[in-house]
């Protein structure tokens, strides 16, 4: 989780900035709302877009060589050098929660307020894994969120490998009293991270002690991945972690062999009520439009074993750096443009589902939600979910930032916090 290249933060905001330039009262074209002055052809639409050009440059000209050159990564580096990670539940997180609140009001932005929400409160306690045969070997795990701990004296079991749900179902009369250890090959982020998010009610369908699951990722240096899991209410909870790829692959192999695995677990999670928190809210009100919403976003708060700069302060500090650059500029959206700073993200989008359902009821007026938490690298372009009319639309948006080789624009767009939004029918 280290915060990538100045340079690929800075082209990163205009990603984000490109969609506020059609809301500038300068340029008070036609509006986009589906009501009598929705425009009657794509191509006054395109005229419209195309008139932005003079402030697509103002924007680019300010992030890359004015004032707010690195701005965005400097307000990172200080902001989790200070804070630190900040799980959910946590003091971190509520520190890191008044420290934006503050900042945020010094930068001049309006509206910045607080939302309260009820969010997990999950903490890892200390946690080991040996291996007792066919050799000692200390097991390198990580604690899932949410995970039961182990009795206080641990759990010592042979262990059994699967690199699959469908194996693990057929072998289950094997499994029953064992850790269940998955080697399952990574293919995708999302699609692999199943074995994260069910491998521990998956083991306990069939009577396992525990589970194991090699990180989810592409490689790995004897590091374990964390993350969130879920249990079921009427599946037996038994602890889980990550491990390894290379001490999964080690298992695996050990185990094709018809060596004997016996592992030591100890595992000291705990499980508080759950703790009062805050999204954190700040605005550019729209001049004509006020009533209209488009929201930018990423989540403060962050798993507990690294600083959460990538995941996911760079996608929260882009955010505020549009709303940022648009005040600097002294430009003033048509449309209300929303900065959210979700909490409990990591959690399963608790904080961002309870604003979902507070704000749902004026639905109508988001006229897109965005959310930016896959990493601050260099930009390509924008995932999008839309229908056919709007992809076109933002196809044009896009054109604008050919001077930095920003265009695309791919199907989907993914992010836990929004998803709420899209479902119901919000571009995202």
Excluded at 123 to 144: D, Q, T, V, W, Y
Excluded at 146 to 167: C, K, L, N, W
Excluded at 363 to 390: R, Y
Aim: aromatic letters at 8%; one cysteine or more.
């Amino acid at each position: 989780q280290a915060i990538c290249g100045k340079e690929k933060g800075e082209k990163m905001k205009y990603v984000f900035l490109i969609f506020f330039i059609n809301l500038l009262p300068q340029y008070d074209g036609k509006s986009l709302r589906r009501d009598d002055s929705y425009p009657k052809t794509f191509e006054d639409i395109k005229t419209e877009i195309a008139g932005y050009t003079d402030v697509t440059k103002a924007i680019i000209d300010l992030a890359v060589h004015g004032k707010a050159q690195n701005r965005s990564y400097e307000r990172l580096a200080v902001f989790a050098d200070t804070i630190g990670p900040r799980l959910s539940g946590s003091k971190n997180l509520d520190a890191a929660i008044k420290y934006m609140f503050s900042a945020l009001q010094e930068d001049g932005l309006e509206n910045v307020h607080l939302e309260p929400v009820k969010i997990p409160h999950w903490e890892r306690g200390e946690e080991f894994a040996m291996m007792l045969e066919p050799r000692n070997h200390s097991i390198a795990i990580l604690g899932l969120g949410s995970s039961v701990p182990t009795p206080p004296e641990g759990i010592t079991a042979e262990v059994i490998v699967v690199a699959s749900f469908d194996e693990l179902h057929k072998r289950a009369q094997e499994a029953k009293g064992k850790i269940v250890v998955y080697n399952e090959p990574f293919i995708s982020y999302s699609e692999t991270v199943r074995y994260r998010s069910q491998g521990a009610v998956e083991a306990a369908k069939v009577g396992a002690v525990a589970s194991l699951i090699r990180s989810i990722a592409s490689f790995s240096i004897h590091s374990p991945h964390t993350g969130w899991q879920s249990y079921h209410p009427d599946v037996p909870r038994i602890p889980t972690a990550c491990i390894s790829v290379e001490d999964a692959e080690m298992m695996s192999r050990m185990s094709l062999r018809g060596t004997k695995i016996v592992v030591h677990l100890k595992m000291g999670a705990k499980t508080y009520p759950d703790s009062p928190s805050f999204n954190t809210v700040a605005e550019i009100v729209g001049s004509k439009y006020p009533e209209q919403i488009v929201l930018v976003s990423g989540h403060l708060d962050s798993w507990d074993v690294g600083q959460g700069a990538m995941d996911d302060g760079g996608g929260a500090f882009i955010s505020w750096e549009a709303l940022s650059l648009i005040k600097d500029l002294g430009l003033r959206p048509k449309r209300t443009l929303r900065l959210v700073l979700w909490t409990a993200e990591e959690q399963g989008g608790i904080g961002a589902e309870q604003y979902y359902q507070l704000h749902k009821e004026n639905i109508s007026n988001f006229d897109i939600v965005m959310e930016s938490d896959e990493g601050t690298f260099k930009p390509s372009g924008l995932g999008f979910t839309g229908n056919a009319q709007a992809r076109d639309i933002v196809k044009e948006i896009m054109a604008l930032l050919q001077p930095i080789n920003v265009t695309d624009v791919y199907d989907n767009a993914d992010g836990t916090d929004i998803d709420y939004w899209m479902r119901d029918g919000v571009p995202g």
